[in-house]
């Protein structure tokens, strides 16, 4: 199957995280009406690959019977961002199932979090990154799912069926998985980004003053600071490594003045600006939006080929406030099966985890032309890449005051 041809209206991502600390008032009070035994000195617990969580069973929202099947005629709501569901596929599971789709669309998880804490809302399925697990579960927001519905979990690579952000995959199933690298055009970059020593300096270089851009996510941008600054740990609290971030970004901002936005899948490829930090998945994205007379060999996209960036995933959970519980679990499993997989990834550009869908057959496959090999994203990239986990409220008040200081000074 190939994506070629088709036109995407794929929006990106937004903010990744909503810390306890800066969380609205809504989410606020949910949180604080949970159980302490999720608390440690009163703050969220977080999980991390060096310390895997195995979150409680929700009592509110108990597990679903097995062996049920979904109610003719019923209405399946799922809440996601827009353009992140290929409308084939809804079709399709629609006439399997004889089961109405609605979809409601968010466009950043603050949004979408204190809609869903407010319990004025019964969405079934929500599609968030796998820094919300926390807050989510503490204050019991979800369902935990019934694994006997959802066989096609093996069909994931073996890592995502018991990661360390969900233990025994309790509340959550993967989605898709994504890098955060550097897009350009080689007609309005003269140099391979690639081929420097740390390719981020090109954020701080002159020549590229009006001509690139970040992501507008304080966590994601941030890091990408980090990792050129040589501080590994993307989720620091040390009070220098939080003076060097601050300086380097005011720095970027004074030596190129990078535009902020979460456009890149559209702005790079109709020649806004040439050179941009992006997620690989727009970087995909990219092809379907360069002007007819523009080619797609055109686009180049870095990742480090030690997989030693940004690397991260979404999922899809069960809401315990959805009102079509057996049909959500249904559909989980259906977006799980390959076949479906793979047409969807044909539409949304963003790669799911599935074994039968091979990184290094990709540009074979039709899925990345040629010059976006590096877009693939290998399984190993997660044992060596970066996470942007959760923070404790202070550290993260730190991160989004140094980031709105930025912010005010462009």
Request: aromatic share 12%; proline share 8%.
């Amino acid at each position: 199957m190939t994506p070629t041809g088709r036109r995407l209206t794929r929006r990106s991502f937004l903010a990744r995280a909503l810390a306890a600390g800066v969380a609205t008032p809504v989410l606020a009070e949910a949180l604080a009406a949970c159980g302490s035994q999720l608390y440690t000195s009163g703050e969220l617990v977080i999980a991390s690959p060096d310390k895997p969580v195995r979150w409680p069973l929700s009592h509110q929202h108990p597990v679903i019977e097995s062996g049920q099947t979904p109610k003719p005629g019923g209405t399946l709501r799922l809440y996601n961002y827009a353009d992140y569901l290929s409308p084939g596929v809804l079709k399709d599971f629609e006439k399997q199932y004889d089961v109405d789709i609605s979809v409601s669309t968010f466009n950043d998880t603050d949004e979408a979090l204190t809609k869903i804490a407010s319990g004025a809302v019964s969405y079934d399925i929500y599609f968030p990154s796998y820094d919300q697990i926390a807050k989510l579960v503490t204050a019991d927001l979800l369902r935990p799912l019934n694994h006997d519905y959802i066989p096609n979990i093996d069909n994931l690579w073996s890592q995502f069926q018991n990661p360390w952000y969900d233990q025994g995959w309790q509340y959550s199933v993967p989605y898709t998985v994504y890098t955060t690298g550097i897009g350009w055009r080689t007609d309005m970059v003269s140099e391979d980004i690639s081929q420097r020593d740390n390719p981020y300096d090109a954020f701080w270089d002159p020549q590229y003053k009006g001509n690139l851009a970040i992501i507008d996510d304080w966590h994601t941008a941030m890091a990408m600071v980090a990792l050129r600054a040589g501080i590994d740990d993307v989720n620091t609290g040390n009070a220098s490594d939080l003076a060097t971030l601050r300086d380097q970004l005011m720095q970027m901002g004074q030596t190129t003045n990078p535009k902020v936005t979460i456009t890149m899948y559209n702005d790079l490829p109709v020649g806004q600006y040439g050179l941009a930090q992006m997620w690989s998945g727009d970087v995909v994205n990219a092809v379907y939006y360069l002007p007819k007379d523009t080619p797609a060999s055109l686009l180049r996209y870095w990742f480090p080929t030690d997989g030693r960036g940004l690397v991260d995933n979404d999922l899809m959970v069960v809401l315990g406030t959805g009102t079509n519980p057996v049909a959500a679990h249904v559909f989980i499993n259906y977006m799980l099966d390959p076949a479906v997989a793979a047409k969807n990834f044909g539409f949304i550009g963003y790669q799911p985890p599935q074994v039968s869908i091979s990184p290094r057959r990709l540009v074979a496959d039709g899925f990345v032309p040629p010059n976006l090999e590096t877009a693939a994203v290998l399984p190993e990239y997660f044992r060596n890449g970066y996470r942007l986990l959760e923070m404790p409220p202070t550290e993260d008040g730190q991160w989004h005051e140094i980031w709105q200081e930025f912010k005010a000074n462009g």
